[in-house]
């Protein structure tokens, strides 16, 4: 995908931005039911030398605080200096979600199952519309952050549609440890930025309400790669190694209600038949060891000890090529 030349200008929210500048803009969602004003601050770095657009964004999940703070430290340290083209930062885009400790808006709604939007639709689809109004018709690249929802810990890992160029090439520049292939979901992000052509990747670790320093570590060397891949940055850290290409992965689910206990580590890999935790039923009448139907690495953790039947304990990743030497990712 050649990415467009932007013009000399640049238009969002109603403010013509000139090559060289850095500027921070509000886009106005909405009024909270007290009258308080609802906006998102959008910061866009731009270079003096044409080149692509890249999109840095979080908080689509207002709980998921590590990619807020990732791109709180970017802007913070002054790290995005382009030596072309446009980066655009938002670290939050769910103001709602962030205020509430929420992953979804007041309704319940998700916004990333709400794009392209409208602007008289639900509040998700404000903010989603909001969006591919001002933010999306720049943007050639992006990165999306996000963290696993509830209890459950994603240990860092890029996900996109893979066997496309674009994305293939993103997510082996970011270099996470571990890459996922994942189909578009309709209504999210990565699907309404690919019907305009463009490549968004989602960068995930951690989970909701938790900060976790080695992934956020390993987000910023990403991002500092993927903006290296593009010509934008002279210099980034070195992959530790290259990523594992994970093209399909499963969830192993409670067969049995009661206190789940886990024997493993976020990223460790898993033998079929390896035992990975045991449920229990709170009273000591009985306790069931659960063993992995497949081998793969663990690459999502449940880290509630109370699950219902039915309720994701492990997700599972399973590598292209089976390891030699099987290690924590
Ligand atoms: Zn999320």
């Known amino acids: ?20 500048e850095r500027v921070l803009t509000r886009l106005v969602i909405s009024k909270l039911p007290s009258g308080t004003v609802i906006d998102v601050p959008v ?3 731009r270079s003096t030398e044409p080149g692509p657009t890249v999109l840095l964004m979080a908080g689509m999940h207002g709980d998921e605080v590590n990619g807020i703070e990732t791109i709180r430290r970017l802007i913070r340290r002054d790290q995005l200096r382009p030596l072309c083209g446009t980066i655009i930062a938002i670290p939050i885009l769910n103001i709602y979600g962030f205020l509430n400790f929420s992953r ?3 309704d319940g709604k998700d916004v990333n199952r709400s794009f392209p939007g409208h602007p008289r639709g639900s509040l998700a689809s404000r903010v989603a519309h909001r969006f591919m109004r001002e933010v999306m018709p720049l943007v050639d690249y992006g990165i999306d952050f996000h963290t696993g929802g509830a209890a459950r810990s994603n240990y860092s890992q890029v996900r996109c549609q893979l066997g496309i160029p674009e994305n293939d090439a993103l997510a082996a520049a970011f270099a996470a440890p571990f890459t996922l292939h994942s189909a578009l979901r309709p209504g999210s992000l990565r699907e309404a930025a690919w019907k305009q052509q463009k490549s968004i990747i989602v960068y995930e670790t951690g989970e909701s309400l938790r900060l976790e320093e080695a992934g956020i570590e390993r987000a910023l060397e990403g991002t500092f790669r ?5 010509g934008m940055l002279a210099e980034a850290p070195a992959a530790a190694r290259p990523t594992i290409v994970c093209m399909r992965h499963t969830w192993l689910r409670a067969r049995f209600a009661g206190l789940f206990r886990s024997h493993v580590q976020n990223g460790q890999y898993l033998e079929k038949g390896q035992t990975y935790g045991s449920v229990a039923d709170p009273y000591g009448e009985m306790a069931v060891r659960l063993e992995s139907p497949v081998a793969g690495y663990v690459i999502g953790l449940n880290h509630m000890p109370v699950v219902n039947q039915g309720d994701a304990l492990l997700h599972i990743g399973v590598p292209e090529v089976r390891p030699e030497t099987p290690a924590a990712g």
Request: no cysteine; glycine share 6%; aromatic share 4%.
């Open 1 to 20: 995908m050649p990415h467009a030349t932007p013009p000399a200008d640049l238009l969002i929210n109603g403010l013509t931005i000139r090559p060289g």
């Open 43 to 45: 910061h866009v770095f």
């Open 104 to 106: 979804e808006v007041p």
């Open 226 to 230: 993927v903006l290296k891949h593009l």
